[in-house]
């Protein structure tokens, strides 16, 4: 069965980067999309970005631009979400999720809590 | 960019009909999806291209269409209902996703 596997909770300074790993297993990795979506606490969710696999190429929300890099490892079947310049705002929920198309998204991971906090 | 337009809130009382509505001008061009999502759980999609139903998901879910606007319904609602919906669509690349700013349900 499909699984994306992130990996765990991280604590953060302001200012410091943060790099989330997204572990897929039970269907061919390179030929679906790994999307990254946040909730931070209260708010609804908001889509970060998205990478293809197969040929590495990235599209990020326009509020992500700059800050966000997505990459994968296609030998490990493995996505990374890399955020810099991290704020107390950057507080949230990230989760990877997966799709054939920029839309919609039919598996989840089971989310990293990534807390930014001086 | 674009938005998509959710009412806030809805509470109903269980066997009632929920139905939640989210506008956007991507519509009726970009396919609308639904996803209910839990406190402490992962979202999970509930209905694809404005009215299809992924496997498990119980029939009380239904999408509709019309213009700029589509409806989430849920019919005879349980207890487990209560969530936060998001509805979702993309850009008219198809390119982007966007979210709507979820609606709550309330089961009473």
């Known amino acids: 069965q499909v699984q994306l596997v992130q990996s765990g909770a991280e604590v953060k300074k302001p200012g410091a980067s943060v790099k989330v790993s997204c572990k897929a297993s039970?269907?061919?990795?390179?030929?679906?999309?790994i999307h990254w979506v946040r909730q931070a606490p209260g708010q609804g969710l908001e889509w970060v970005g998205h990478i293809f696999p197969n040929s590495g190429a990235t599209h990020y929300a326009q509020n992500f631009q700059g800050r966000v890099t997505l990459t994968r490892d296609t030998s490990i079947d493995t996505a990374y979400m890399e955020m810099t310049g991290l704020r107390s705002d950057d507080t949230a929920v990230y989760y990877c999720?997966?799709?054939?198309?920029?839309?919609?998204?039919?598996?989840w991971g089971q989310g990293t809590l990534v807390t930014v906090s001086s | 960019s674009y938005e998509l337009t959710q009412s806030p809130s809805v509470s109903v009382s269980p066997g009632q009909t929920a139905t939640i509505t989210c506008s956007g001008d991507?519509?009726?061009?970009?396919?609308a999806y639904w996803y209910q999502k839990k406190p402490g759980q992962a979202p999970v999609l509930i209905i694809y291209r404005v009215t299809q139903r992924p496997s498990g998901i119980p029939q009380r879910f239904s999408g509709s269409g019309s213009g700029t606007t589509v409806t989430l319904t849920i019919s005879g609602v349980e207890v487990e209902d209560e969530a936060d919906y998001y509805c979702q669509s993309a850009d008219s690349s198809g390119t982007y996703p966007v979210f709507g700013a979820g609606t709550k349900v309330t089961v009473l």
């Open positions: 039970g269907y061919a990795f390179a030929g679906y999309y």
């Open positions: 999720a997966r799709g054939d198309s920029p839309v919609p998204f039919d598996h």
């Open positions: 991507a519509f009726p061009n970009q396919f």
